[in-house]
């Protein structure tokens, strides 16, 4: 279980990518909490720098969306799905729980990068919603 960010600190409609290895984003998609790789399968593109609409993400490299609630592509030109994360949220804090054991957590002390926008969902109390399609460039912070 990785600590994210504080639940305030990633609002509806933004995401915040984690440097573990392989890299996962953790998106808000109005009011749910997702967890995939980070990677697109079709390129190497950052899917947390990608644009939110929904339970969708768009690589901002090609254009391929994904579904954040299954990992499935649902467009060309991506075919292979990006791996769920269970997403947690413990006293006000997100937690990813990851589904490869493989993956390498970074230390406590690493900056997070962030941009915006969520694999198993967990319900937010949370404000607000990104009705419309918006560029993820929003800020998020390790708690």
Do not use: K
């Not at 493989?102 to 406590?108: F, I, L």
Request: glycine content about 6%; proline content about 10%; charged content about 15%.
């Amino acid at each position: 279980m990785i600590p994210v960010c504080r639940l305030e600190d990633l609002p509806a409609g933004e995401s915040v990518r984690l440097d573990t290895t392989p890299p996962v984003a953790v998106f808000n998609a109005d009011g749910a909490l997702y967890a995939v790789d980070d990677t697109c399968s079709h390129q190497d593109a950052s899917l947390s720098e990608g644009w939110l609409e929904g339970c969708l993400v768009e690589c901002p490299l090609h254009a391929a969306s994904f579904d954040l609630r299954t990992g499935e592509p649902t467009c060309l030109p991506a075919r292979r799905p990006v791996r769920t994360h269970r997403v947690s949220v413990v006293d006000g804090t997100i937690h990813v729980h990851l589904t490869d054991p493989t993956v390498t957590p970074v230390p406590a002390s690493a900056p997070l990068t962030a941009a915006a926008s969520l694999s198993a969902p967990a319900s937010l109390a949370a404000s607000g919603s990104s009705a419309g399609r918006a560029p993820m460039t929003g800020e998020g912070s390790a708690a």
